[in-house]
């Protein structure tokens, strides 16, 4: 199953508290199966459904945040409730939440990783899954196809290229597996709009003495019809590689001390302050892809296993904007 060792997953970040509607879809897994979920959240009340990427039959949710702040959600219709989720850590600021899946009779359990996507499209545009399973090759895929009821180059390009990088990466898995060996992919939606569509597609390889995880993403332009580069977002020059360093080191060093902080508590002891930091800029490897988020710069690393959970960074957009092309795609996202 995808990052289960990190539990670096955005869940709700939504306040129990509010009065607005508010209306977001999440990405992930329940257990080893991919699912996508949209709630509504009016007060305390929330509704909606879920769907698992292999049946794409939505199965309706209805639920609440308790005193606590505790989100719990009931699955099914009328009197026929086949499980519930409940989620304990409903954290605004910091991208942790620990979720679990069961049968009403508390059966079952399940843990659940949601991630919320970045859909802004406002044409009849979607972006919905599609799945390739695999069973002798041990492989689960499930990747991104943008559908409208009129199709056009762009979104043909677009559904193009991801399906090529999909296809090539399961050919590369069949080429060097063994018969033990595990693979998936499944994806996050970093921006849906109406112009730029940016997706992360995120793979899991079990067959090694670790099993290892790699980012790779799709920047795309619908109103061009093409994949954007890096000139599409910053002025000339790679002056901006060095704000991105500055502040990847410094989030990584912060995120390293919630870290030992949330260890230290839950195993009844001081956290430890470390004589040096984790991570300088200097010592920061290039970039290994990147994309694009209606909150920042969304910026990847390759690190060993070790450091794996910091393999992803979201610098905000105020942080670079003296590299930013006044011309480039930037503005269109924000």
């Known amino acids: 199953m995808l990052r289960w060792t990190s539990l670096v997953l955005l869940f709700l970040s939504l306040a129990p508290s509010a009065l607005a509607q508010t209306i977001k879809t999440y990405r992930g897994s329940l257990g080893n199966k991919h699912i996508e979920m949209r709630l509504t959240v009016e007060g305390n009340k929330v509704t909606g459904s879920y769907f698992y990427d292999q049946f794409k039959q939505d199965i309706p949710l209805e639920g609440a945040f308790d005193s606590k702040g505790t989100l719990q959600l009931t699955e099914g219709k009328g009197k026929t409730k086949t499980g519930k989720f409940v989620c ?35 044409e009849a545009i979607a972006l919905t899954p599609k799945v390739l399973n695999d069973r002798k090759l041990k492989a689960t895929v499930s990747y991104p196809q943008l559908t409208s009821q009129a199709s056009s180059p762009a979104i043909e390009g677009f559904n193009s290229l991801v399906e090529k990088l999909v296809q090539k990466s399961v050919k590369d898995f069949a080429e060097n597996r063994d018969s033990t060996s595990v693979f998936e992919i499944s994806y996050n939606v970093l921006l849906g709009s109406d112009n730029v569509v940016s997706v992360e597609l995120e793979e899991y390889f079990d067959g090694g003495a670790h099993p290892t995880e790699h980012f790779s993403t799709v920047n795309y ?25 500055e502040f990847a080191a410094k989030d990584i060093n912060r995120r390293a001390d919630e870290i030992e902080r949330a260890d230290a508590q839950r195993e009844n002891r001081q956290p430890q302050k470390r004589d040096e930091q984790l991570m300088t800029d200097d010592q920061l490897p290039e970039m290994d892809t990147w994309g694009l988020s209606p909150k920042g710069f969304v910026v990847y690393f390759d690190f060993p296993h070790v450091m794996a959970v910091f393999d992803k960074t979201v610098v905000p957009y105020g942080v670079l904007a003296r590299h930013l092309s006044p011309t480039g795609v930037v503005p269109i996202v924000r």
Not at 92 to 110: I, K, P
Not at 227 to 236: G, H, K, M
């Open 221 to 245: 332009s619908l109103k061009a019809n093409k994949q954007l580069t890096l000139a599409d977002v910053f002025r000339p020059g790679d002056e901006y590689k060095q704000a991105i360093a």
């Open 88 to 122: 304990k850590n409903q954290l605004s600021t910091v991208e942790v939440s620990e979720c679990e899946w069961s049968r009403m009779d508390g059966t079952g359990q399940a843990f659940v990783f949601l991630t919320e996507q970045g859909i802004q499209f406002k």
